[in-house]
C-alpha cells in the first residue's frame, strides 16, 4: 500500500500560494477519507509486531508506521511515515545504508561494524502501550547500548530511548549520543523550527534545506531559550512530514545535513540527529557497572499538514505525558498580583484585587513574587517567610479572605534558586552548583542543586509548610535564571552529567509533591517560557507563556505555542496597554474586548490595575472572562488548526486566527483577531468538522444559521470586523 497524499491547508497555502485553494472539494474529501480508513486500520493493529521471516520490526501508532530491518546482525531504519507506505529505495551505494544509531564512545562511532545485536524483546508495560527493546555490545569496548522504542496507542506517535551501560572496569567516555539519529530519504526538504528568546517564545520558521550542515545548540542551562529542541521536516517529493521532540529540560543540539558530493543533492540522504548536550559540551564519563539513559525523543509522522502532524504530538502530550488533575477541569481563570505590583504588595491591597476578581469571576488568586521580601525580591529568594510589614498576620489572613470570597488561593515560588541576600545561602552554601570551587551567581542567584538529598529535603518542606499554613491550591514555581554548561563535580574528574542529574531528581521532587497533594495545580514558568518543553511538562500542570503580556506580541505568543504544545498548558493572561497593568480607559471598548480575548487561546488569566478599572470595563471583563468559561470546554482537549501564516511578534498585520475542535468533531472554536492594515473581512476555511454534519454557527453571540460541514470546510467562514485591533468569537455546535 503506498502513503496517502493529504490535501495541505496552511503551511502548503504560504508555500504554494493559490495552487491549493483551486483544489476540488472531492480531492480533499477522498483524500481524507482514505486516510481516516488507513487510521482506523493502523489504530487497530498499534504496537510492535515481528516478522522472523524477513526480520523486519513493525512499529505501528495510530497512522504512523516505523520499520526496522535486521541484517547480519545490525538493525537498519527500513521505513517511517504513515502507515502501510512501501520500504525506501535502496541507496546507491550499498556500504552506507541507513543506519539509525549515532554517536562516538572513547572516540570510536557507533557504527554497524562497531555493533552487534546481542537481543530483543517486545514488551506490554501499560494499557495501549508497547515497546521493543534492542540491545547491541560494542565489538571493541565494554558497553551495551540498549535502545528502546515505545508505541502510545492510537496518537500516531513514537518515542525512543537509549541506555549505555559499562560493562567493563574502568570509566569509558561517551563523546556524543543523541537520542534520535535518523538517514532520510532523499529530496528536497522544508525544515520548521521555533525559536525566540525572552519574550519573543515559539517564532515559527520555516526554511528550504541546502547544501551543508544546519545546527541548533543550546548552552543556557534552559531548554528554550534561544530555539525549543522540536522540528518538523517536509520532504516535498514524498510529501511526508517528519516531526520530532525532545523531552530534556537542560541543554541541546540538533542538526541536519546535506551532504555536498559531486551528485545531486536530491540523491542524498537528510542526516538528522537530536539529544542533550553533555556539559562542557562533552564527554560523558560513564563510570564502571554504571547505566546513563538519554533523554527520551518523541516523533511522528504524516503525509498532512503541519497542524495535522502538530496534533498527533498533541494527543500524545495529553494523554500520556502531561498529568492531569480534576483541581484543574476545567480550566481555571486565574488573577494574578504580578503586574500591578511588581514585588512589593500589601495585604489590603491584594483583598481590594480579591473582591474585584472575584466579582468577575476569576477561580484562583494568584500571589506572586513579592510576598516574601523586605527589600529586593530577587535577592532574598529562598527564605519563604512572609513580610510583616506588608503581611502583618501572615500570609494566613489573605488566604482566608480569599477563600472567603469562592477562589482558590494560590502562591509564587523559585525553589531552585537562593538569592544572594537570602539566610538559606548564608546557612548553606554547600547546596548550590560551583564552577572553580566557588559558588556559581547568576542574576543576583545561586542554584541549588536537587542531585543532593539535604537540598530535595529542603525543598519539601517548605512546600509542606505553605499547603499546611496557607491551604496553597495552586504553586507557580518559576526559575529565573540561565546557568550555562560549566559546572564543578562532586567529585574528580569531570563527569558531564551534573546538569543532567540536578534536572532527573527535580522531576523526581516534582512527583513527589504532586502524589503528596493531588488537589495542587502545579504551573511551571520560567521568565515566561525560557524552560518549556516535553521533559518539564511530564511533571506539571500548565506553563506560563511568556512575560510579555501587551496585546499585539501576545497574538504571536498564543499562535507558537499551540503550534508545540496542546493548549490547554499554554497560560497566559490580560495584563493592560501597559505591562504595570495600566488600562488607557479611553481606548473604544472593542479595544478593551481584542486585549481580554488575545489570552484565551489556552489557560486564562488577568493581572490589570483593576481597581483603576470603571464601570464599562469591568463589565467587559466580567463578560469575557463568562466567554471564556463558555469556551474552555472546547479548548481543552482539542485539535488545533492555525487558519492564518504565523503572525509578526512586534507589529502583527493582516487577520491571525486558531481553530479548536473537539475530539468527537461536535463542537468547535474560532478566535480571529483582525490586525493592522487589514481589510474588514476575511473567509476562514474551517478544519477537522463533520463534512456531512450541520453546525449552528454563533459569531461574537450572534447566530449565523446552520451552516453544513462542507460548507464551512470549502466556501468558508466570512468573519467581519469594523476596525483594526478586535477579535471575534465564532462557537459551532453540531445538530443532534
Not at 529565573?480 to 567529585?491: A, T
Not at 501597559?578 to 487561546?601: A, H, I, Q, S, Y
Not at 460541514?709 to 462557537?731: C, F, K, M, S, Y
Request: glycine fraction near 8%.
Amino acid at each position: 500500500m503506498t502513503p496517502v497524499k493529504i490535501s495541505r491547508f496552511r503551511l502548503e497555502f504560504l508555500q504554494r500560494g493559490e495552487e491549493m485553494r483551486n483544489l476540488t472539494f472531492l480531492t480533499r474529501w477522498v483524500a481524507w477519507a482514505v486516510f481516516g480508513v488507513l487510521l482506523v486500520v493502523a489504530s487497530a493493529d498499534a504496537g510492535v509486531r515481528y516478522d522472523s521471516s524477513s526480520q523486519v520490526w513493525t512499529l505501528t501508532s495510530g497512522g504512523t508506521e516505523y520499520r526496522l530491518r535486521q541484517k547480519e546482525g545490525t538493525v537498519y531504519l527500513d521505513y517511517f511515515g504513515p502507515a502501510g507506505g512501501a520500504a525506501w529505495k535502496e541507496l546507491p551505494r550499498e556500504e552506507d545504508p541507513r543506519y539509525e544509531i549515532d554517536g562516538s564512545v572513547e572516540g570510536q562511532g557507533l557504527s554497524p561494524e562497531n555493533l552487534t545485536l546481542l537481543s530483543q524483546e517486545i514488551s506490554h508495560p501499560q494499557g495501549s502501550v508497547e515497546e521493543l527493546h534492542l540491545v547491541f555490545k560494542h565489538r571493541r569496548l565494554a558497553l551495551e547500548i540498549e535502545v528502546r522504542y515505545s508505541t502510545w496507542g492510537a496518537t500516531g506517535v513514537l518515542t525512543r530511548q537509549l541506555t549505555f551501560t559499562n560493562r567493563g572496569d574502568h570509566v569509558l567516555y561517551v563523546d556524543s549520543a543523541p537520542s534520535l539519529a535518523w538517514r532520510l530519504p532523499p529530496g528536497d526538504y522544508d525544515l520548521s523550527y521555533l525559536w525566540g528568546a525572552w519574550g519573543h517564545e515559539r517564532q515559527l520558521t520555516t526554511e528550504r534545506l541546502q547544501a551543508g550542515q544546519r545546527g541548533f545548540v543550546s548552552t543556557r542551562g534552559r531548554s528554550t531559550n534561544g530555539y525549543s529542541p522540536w522540528f518538523c521536516l517536509h520532504n516535498l517529493e514524498l510529501g511526508t512530514r517528519y516531526l520530532a521532540q525532545l523531552a530534556y529540560s537542560g541543554n541541546w543540539q540538533m542538526g541536519f545535513e546535506r551532504y555536498p558530493n559531486p551528485r545531486p543533492l536530491r540523491e542524498e540522504d537528510l542526516r538528522v540527529a537530536l539529544g542533550m548536550r553533555f556539559d562542557f559540551g562533552g564527554p560523558l564519563a560513564l563510570q564502571a557497572g554504571e547505566p546513563f539513559s538519554t533523554p527520551q525523543v518523541a516523533f511522528t509522522a504524516s503525509a498532512s499538514d503541519l497542524d495535522d502532524t502538530a496534533n498527533q504530538l498533541h494527543r500524545y502530550q495529553r494523554q500520556y505525558v502531561v498529568p492531569r488533575t480534576p483541581a484543574n477541569d476545567p480550566l481555571l481563570v486565574q488573577f494574578n498580583s504580578w503586574y500591578p505590583f511588581q514585588g512589593k504588595m500589601t495585604v489590603e491591597q491584594m483583598k481590594r484585587c480579591a473582591d474585584i476578581a472575584s466579582e468577575m469571576g476569576a477561580e484562583v488568586f494568584m500571589l506572586d513574587a513579592g510576598w516574601f521580601n523586605k527589600r529586593d525580591w530577587s535577592r532574598e529568594l529562598g527564605d519563604w517567610e512572609a513580610d510583616r510589614a506588608a503581611f502583618p498576620h501572615g500570609i494566613e489572613e489573605l488566604a482566608g479572605y480569599v477563600r472567603s470570597k469562592g477562589m482558590k488561593f494560590g502562591i509564587w515560588i523559585e525553589i531552585e534558586n537562593l538569592g544572594v541576600d537570602s539566610r538559606t545561602f548564608r546557612e548553606h552554601p554547600d547546596w548550590v552548583f560551583t564552577y572553580n570551587g566557588q559558588p556559581l551567581l547568576a542574576s543576583d542567584r545561586h542554584h541549588l542543586n536537587f542531585s543532593k538529598p539535604e537540598v530535595r529535603g529542603w525543598a519539601r518542606s517548605i512546600i509542606d509548610r505553605l499547603v499546611r499554613d496557607y491551604g496553597i491550591e495552586w504553586l507557580k514555581i518559576d526559575y529565573n535564571i540561565d546557568i550555562g554548561e560549566r559546572f564543578d563535580p562532586p567529585g574528580t574528574g569531570r563527569p558531564g552529567d551534573v546538569l543532567y542529574r540536578h534536572l532527573v531528581n527535580y522531576y523526581a521532587w516534582l512527583d513527589e509533591v504532586r502524589s503528596a497533594y493531588p488537589g495542587l495545580v502545579i504551573e511551571n514558568c520560567s521568565s515566561g517560557g525560557m524552560r518549556f518543553d516535553l521533559g518539564i511538562m511530564a511533571h506539571t500542570h500548565t506553563t506560563w507563556l511568556s512575560d510579555i503580556v501587551l496585546p499585539l506580541p501576545s497574538v504571536q505568543l498564543g499562535y507558537g505555542c499551540t503550534v508545540e504544545f496542546m493548549p490547554e498548558v499554554c497560560n497566559h493572561w490580560m495584563v493592560g496597554d501597559k505591562d504595570n497593568g495600566e488600562v488607557v480607559l479611553t481606548n473604544p471598548p472593542g479595544w478593551w474586548d481584542f486585549m481580554l480575548r488575545v489570552p484565551m487561546n489556552g489557560q486564562y488569566g488577568i493581572s490589570s490595575r483593576v481597581f483603576d478599572w470603571n464601570p464599562e470595563l469591568r463589565k467587559r471583563a466580567t463578560e469575557n472572562v463568562a466567554l471564556y468559561k463558555q469556551l474552555r470546554r472546547t479548548i481543552m482537549g482539542a485539535d488545533v488548526y492555525h487558519l492564518t501564516p504565523p503572525p509578526a511578534h512586534e507589529d502583527p498585520t493582516g487577520w491571525s486566527a486558531l481553530q479548536y475542535v473537539a475530539p468527537d468533531h461536535k463542537r468547535s472554536v474560532v478566535l480571529a483577531y483582525r490586525l493592522g492594515k487589514s481589510k474588514a473581512q476575511e473567509i476562514f476555511r474551517l478544519r477537522g468538522l463533520d463534512l456531512g454534519r450541520t453546525y449552528h454557527v454563533t459569531v461574537i453571540g450572534h447566530p449565523q444559521g446552520p451552516l453544513s460541514g462542507h460548507q464551512l470546510a470549502t466556501e468558508g467562514l466570512p468573519v467581519n470586523l469594523d476596525a483594526e485591533w478586535r477579535a471575534a468569537v465564532i462557537e459551532l455546535e453540531q445538530e443532534p
